[in-house]
């Protein structure tokens, strides 16, 4: 939920002296009343909530506060018995500029207007995905000039556990998250949480880039815990590249650990890409996707050839009868 205690008292009195801005409705104090907003159903029956006017006060992943402003966000999530699972979530930075636009939203994706950043085209849109409880943000960065640029992209996500957060696991097998997890999993309690338990997925498989920073300490947001990942990249001339991410709620810490694994080595075919065409999945410089497991070419020949021989066995003891 928004609880914007850090920030209430100077937007009360803010409130009483400036009228709303254009696309905004007044609202109470200390909380963001979304340009735009939408909820899309995700599997297992759970809701994500997005909107297109989240931010910080002072513009950047830490330090600040949340607060109004033209930045994409997954402001809350849900499953069906568990609530409050974000203060503002799976939110990007390309070299300490917020990413956002005004959003449009076609089935279960949520894509917002494209910006220029640092010379660069970057866009975003976040996916439920319909067979897992699960949303995926795919930030793509294009470039258009003749010579490469380098930029750093900052992921975050506040949790809602806010002061009570705890983080239990990640794919190293500790609770500190470092720069080598994959995944990292969290939840407001060690036995019995009453948010949502998160699993925030940073990479996968062994691919060109994994975060070069991490930090479990994010804009202020009621608290401060979260994750924070930055990725160093580099958009070739005339290329496009991306960054993937994905966060996973549960009920339960063991449904968690269990969905864990499924994150760590994805292949092409995995229902967490679905709707990806293939080049935006090689686009993805955090995930080093494999390819789906096949029949070895010797074997199928060898099936086949075990077949044509079944086959003319079958043929043979069909004429021997008629001639009997």
């Given amino acids: 939920m928004f609880k ?5 008292s100077v937007l009360i009195g803010a409130s009483l002296l400036a009228a709303p801005m254009i696309g905004h409705s007044a609202g109470k104090p200390g909380e963001i009343t979304p340009a735009a907003s939408v909820n899309l159903s995700g599997g297992s029956g759970t809701t994500w909530s997005v909107i297109d006017n989240g931010g910080t006060d002072n513009g950047l992943p830490s330090g600040g506060a949340c607060n109004a402003g033209a930045q994409a966000s997954m402001s809350d999530a849900q499953t069906t018995s568990k609530s409050d699972a974000f203060d503002l979530a799976m939110m990007y930075w390309v070299n300490n500029t917020p990413v956002g636009g ?3 939203q076609a089935g279960n994706t949520v894509t917002f ?10 866009s975003l849109r976040y996916t439920a995905l319909a067979t897992d409880p699960v949303a995926r943000s795919y930030l793509s960065l294009s470039n258009a000039t003749g010579s490469a640029i380098s930029v750093p992209v ?9 002061n009570n957060t705890q983080f239990l696991s990640t794919s190293s097998g500790d609770a500190t998250v470092g720069t080598n997890d994959k995944w990292v999993i969290s939840a407001d309690s060690t036995t019995s949480p009453s948010d949502p338990v998160n699993t925030t997925v940073l990479f ?3 691919p060109a880039v994994t975060p070069s ?11 401060t815990p979260g994750v924070l990942a930055t990725y160093n990249v580099t958009v070739p001339a005339g290329g496009t590249i991306a960054i993937a991410n994905f966060q996973r709620i549960d009920d339960s810490i063991a449904a968690a650990n269990a969905a864990a694994s499924s ?3 994805l292949t092409s075919t995995s229902p967490l890409l679905a709707g990806l065409s293939p080049s935006e999945v090689s686009a993805i410089r955090n995930i080093g996707v494999e390819p789906p497991a096949q029949v070895p070419a010797g074997n199928s020949a060898t099936w086949i050839a075990l077949a044509a021989l079944l086959a003319a066995l079958a043929g043979f003891a069909s004429r021997h009868r008629v001639r009997a």
């Fill in 204 to 206: 996968s498989g062994t």
């Fill in 154 to 162: 900052t992921y975050v996500t506040n949790m809602g556990s806010d």
């Fill in 263 to 265: 994150f760590a080595n």
């Fill in 4 to 8: 914007y205690s850090r920030i209430a």
């Fill in 102 to 104: 005004a959003l449009t």
């Fill in 213 to 223: 920073a991490v930090s479990t300490t994010v804009f202020d947001c009621a608290a």
């Fill in 113 to 122: 207007a494209s910006q220029t950043i640092s010379g660069l085209t970057v």
